[in-house]
Protein backbone atom coordinates (compact mmCIF):
# COMPACT_ATOMS: atom_id res chain seq x y z
CA UNK A 1 0.00 0.00 0.00
CA UNK A 2 1.44 3.45 -0.93
CA UNK A 3 1.46 6.10 1.49
CA UNK A 4 -0.27 9.27 -0.22
CA UNK A 5 0.22 12.77 0.91
CA UNK A 6 -1.80 15.56 -0.04
CA UNK A 7 0.85 18.86 -1.11
CA UNK A 8 -0.84 20.97 -2.92
CA UNK A 9 2.16 23.49 -2.80
CA UNK A 10 4.43 21.14 -4.17
CA UNK A 11 7.00 21.49 -1.39
CA UNK A 12 9.18 19.01 -0.98
CA UNK A 13 8.35 17.04 2.36
CA UNK A 14 11.56 15.20 2.25
CA UNK A 15 13.79 17.51 2.46
CA UNK A 16 14.62 19.95 6.04
CA UNK A 17 15.01 23.98 6.30
CA UNK A 18 15.48 26.58 8.51
CA UNK A 19 13.90 29.42 9.62
CA UNK A 20 16.49 32.47 10.78
CA UNK A 21 15.71 34.48 13.77
CA UNK A 22 13.35 37.12 13.02
CA UNK A 23 12.15 35.31 9.93
CA UNK A 24 9.32 34.20 8.97
CA UNK A 25 8.91 30.45 7.24
CA UNK A 26 7.80 32.01 3.51
CA UNK A 27 9.09 35.71 4.20
CA UNK A 28 5.71 36.82 5.24
CA UNK A 29 5.15 39.19 7.97
CA UNK A 30 2.06 38.90 10.32
CA UNK A 31 1.35 41.11 13.16
CA UNK A 32 -1.26 41.00 15.46
CA UNK A 33 -2.73 44.10 16.68
CA UNK A 34 -0.36 46.04 14.54
CA UNK A 35 2.55 45.52 16.90
CA UNK A 36 2.94 41.98 17.96
CA UNK A 37 4.72 39.77 15.17
CA UNK A 38 3.78 36.68 14.69
CA UNK A 39 5.82 34.37 12.82
CA UNK A 40 5.30 31.15 10.83
CA UNK A 41 8.13 29.15 11.06
CA UNK A 42 6.74 25.47 10.42
CA UNK A 43 3.90 25.84 7.91
CA UNK A 44 0.87 23.27 7.54
CA UNK A 45 1.90 23.24 3.86
CA UNK A 46 5.45 21.75 5.47
CA UNK A 47 3.65 18.51 6.99
CA UNK A 48 0.35 18.23 5.05
CA UNK A 49 -1.19 19.75 7.30
CA UNK A 50 -0.44 18.05 10.87
CA UNK A 51 1.61 20.70 12.39
CA UNK A 52 2.17 24.45 12.30
CA UNK A 53 4.85 26.31 14.59
CA UNK A 54 4.52 29.98 15.69
CA UNK A 55 6.94 32.54 16.82
CA UNK A 56 4.91 35.28 18.58
CA UNK A 57 6.41 38.48 20.02
CA UNK A 58 4.16 40.81 22.68
CA UNK A 59 4.99 44.39 22.79
CA UNK A 60 1.87 45.08 25.30
CA UNK A 61 0.07 43.02 27.98
CA UNK A 62 -3.11 41.02 27.80
CA UNK A 63 -4.37 38.21 25.58
CA UNK A 64 -7.10 36.73 23.33
CA UNK A 65 -10.31 35.86 24.76
CA UNK A 66 -11.51 32.68 26.48
CA UNK A 67 -11.86 30.07 23.03
CA UNK A 68 -12.06 27.04 22.27
CA UNK A 69 -10.46 24.54 19.21
CA UNK A 70 -12.56 22.00 18.49
CA UNK A 71 -10.12 20.31 16.52
CA UNK A 72 -6.34 21.39 17.42
CA UNK A 73 -4.46 20.42 20.57
CA UNK A 74 -1.64 23.86 21.30
CA UNK A 75 1.49 23.79 23.01
CA UNK A 76 3.38 26.97 23.95
CA UNK A 77 7.07 27.14 25.53
CA UNK A 78 7.63 30.80 26.98
CA UNK A 79 11.19 32.36 25.96
CA UNK A 80 10.69 35.53 27.56
CA UNK A 81 8.58 37.34 29.78
CA UNK A 82 5.46 36.06 32.00
CA UNK A 83 2.25 34.53 30.89
CA UNK A 84 -0.82 33.48 32.71
CA UNK A 85 -2.85 30.52 31.17
CA UNK A 86 -6.04 29.49 31.67
CA UNK A 87 -7.27 25.91 30.97
CA UNK A 88 -11.13 25.20 31.62
CA UNK A 89 -11.51 26.47 35.38
CA UNK A 90 -7.46 26.11 36.40
CA UNK A 91 -4.94 29.13 36.11
CA UNK A 92 -1.13 28.48 35.54
CA UNK A 93 1.73 31.20 35.61
CA UNK A 94 4.29 30.81 33.29
CA UNK A 95 7.64 31.94 32.78
CA UNK A 96 10.92 31.41 30.97
CA UNK A 97 11.15 27.72 29.80
CA UNK A 98 7.84 26.64 31.06
CA UNK A 99 5.51 24.61 28.33
CA UNK A 100 1.97 24.08 28.80
CA UNK A 101 -0.02 22.07 26.63
CA UNK A 102 -3.60 23.00 25.73
CA UNK A 103 -6.01 20.00 24.47
CA UNK A 104 -8.65 20.55 22.14
CA UNK A 105 -12.46 21.00 22.99
CA UNK A 106 -11.20 22.65 26.44
CA UNK A 107 -12.02 26.37 26.90
CA UNK A 108 -8.53 28.27 27.30
CA UNK A 109 -7.17 31.57 27.20
CA UNK A 110 -3.93 33.98 28.09
CA UNK A 111 -2.36 37.09 29.12
CA UNK A 112 1.12 38.09 28.68
CA UNK A 113 1.22 39.75 32.25
CA UNK A 114 4.75 41.52 31.12
CA UNK A 115 5.36 44.54 28.78
CA UNK A 116 7.38 42.16 26.61
CA UNK A 117 7.14 38.62 26.05
CA UNK A 118 7.96 35.85 23.28
CA UNK A 119 6.69 32.57 22.82
CA UNK A 120 6.41 29.79 20.15
CA UNK A 121 3.58 27.65 19.89
CA UNK A 122 2.26 24.74 18.10
CA UNK A 123 -1.36 23.83 16.51
CA UNK A 124 -2.11 19.92 15.92
CA UNK A 125 -3.14 19.36 13.75
CA UNK A 126 -2.66 22.64 11.95
CA UNK A 127 -6.15 23.64 10.96
CA UNK A 128 -7.08 26.96 9.81
CA UNK A 129 -4.69 28.86 12.38
CA UNK A 130 -2.58 30.13 9.43
CA UNK A 131 -5.09 31.86 7.98
CA UNK A 132 -6.30 33.06 11.46
CA UNK A 133 -3.62 34.96 12.32
CA UNK A 134 -3.07 36.50 8.41
CA UNK A 135 -6.52 37.76 9.08
CA UNK A 136 -5.96 39.60 11.91
CA UNK A 137 -2.85 40.75 10.84
CA UNK A 138 -4.54 42.52 7.98
CA UNK A 139 -6.58 44.27 10.47
CA UNK A 140 -5.78 47.77 11.52
CA UNK A 141 -6.33 47.46 15.18
CA UNK A 142 -7.85 45.13 17.32
CA UNK A 143 -11.02 44.09 16.23
CA UNK A 144 -14.17 44.50 18.21
CA UNK A 145 -15.44 41.69 20.37
CA UNK A 146 -18.19 41.01 18.12
CA UNK A 147 -15.53 40.86 15.02
CA UNK A 148 -13.36 38.78 17.15
CA UNK A 149 -16.32 36.36 17.76
CA UNK A 150 -16.60 36.01 13.79
CA UNK A 151 -12.80 35.67 12.75
CA UNK A 152 -12.18 32.92 15.23
CA UNK A 153 -15.41 31.05 14.00
CA UNK A 154 -14.48 31.50 10.36
CA UNK A 155 -11.28 29.76 11.25
CA UNK A 156 -13.14 26.64 13.25
CA UNK A 157 -12.60 28.25 17.07
CA UNK A 158 -15.05 29.32 19.74
CA UNK A 159 -15.12 32.26 21.87
CA UNK A 160 -16.86 31.14 24.99
CA UNK A 161 -15.60 34.14 27.49
CA UNK A 162 -13.90 37.46 27.74
CA UNK A 163 -10.01 38.05 28.08
CA UNK A 164 -8.71 37.13 31.16
CA UNK A 165 -8.69 39.77 33.84
CA UNK A 166 -4.75 40.62 35.71
Given at each position: ?????????????????????????F?????????????????????????????Y????????????????????????????????????????G?????????P???????????????F?????M?????????????????????????????????????
Open positions: MQNVINNPANIDLKKGFVVKTNESRSETTKIGGVNPNDIKISSKDTSGNLSMFEQGNEKGGPPLHVHPYQDEVFYILEGDYLFQIGTEKFSLKQDTIFLPRQIHTFAQLSEKGKMVFFNPAGKEDFFRTLGNLPGPPTPEEGAQIFEAHEMIVVGPPLEY
